[in-house]
């Protein structure tokens, strides 16, 4: 059975930083490109970033790269989000995904959200004084 569990969600305050994991099982995580996106209340989900474990290919939401960072331990089938000077508007459940690796290729990570062949319960993380 496929699975992918989403962890390292928590309360931190602005400008603090936080690594979330995505952990898989039942697959093999560098056949696929493994994604995060986030959904705050009353938004639309939207990508984050994506990567593809096989090659190192990644993409970002424009607005958040320089904050945001992705890595892969290929060795533990975990990919990590990096986050950091958090920001309030970064508040959202966090959900990591994976699919084609063509996803994780600039051109295709805005399909991603609509894509993505498994995805993991999500991870909520605040960002408050």
């Known amino acids: 059975e496929v699975q992918l569990q989403a962890s390292g969600g928590g309360l931190v305050q602005p400008g603090g930083s936080l690594r979330l994991s995505c952990a898989g099982s039942?697959?093999?995580?560098?056949?696929?490109?493994v994604g995060w996106f986030r959904q705050a209340p009353g938004k639309e989900r939207e990508g984050v970033a994506c990567i593809s474990t096989s090659d190192g290919t990644t993409s970002f939401e424009d607005s958040l790269k320089g904050r945001f960072t992705i890595s892969t331990d290929n060795a533990k089938n975990i990919v990590y989000l990096h986050m950091n000077n958090l920001k309030p508007e970064d508040a959202a459940v966090y959900y990591c995904a994976a699919g084609g690796k063509h996803y994780s290729s600039s051109p295709w990570f805005k399909f991603a959200k609509h894509g993505m062949d498994y995805w993991g319960q999500g991870t909520l993380v605040t960002v408050s004084s």
């Open positions: 039942g697959f093999v995580l560098d056949e696929y490109a």
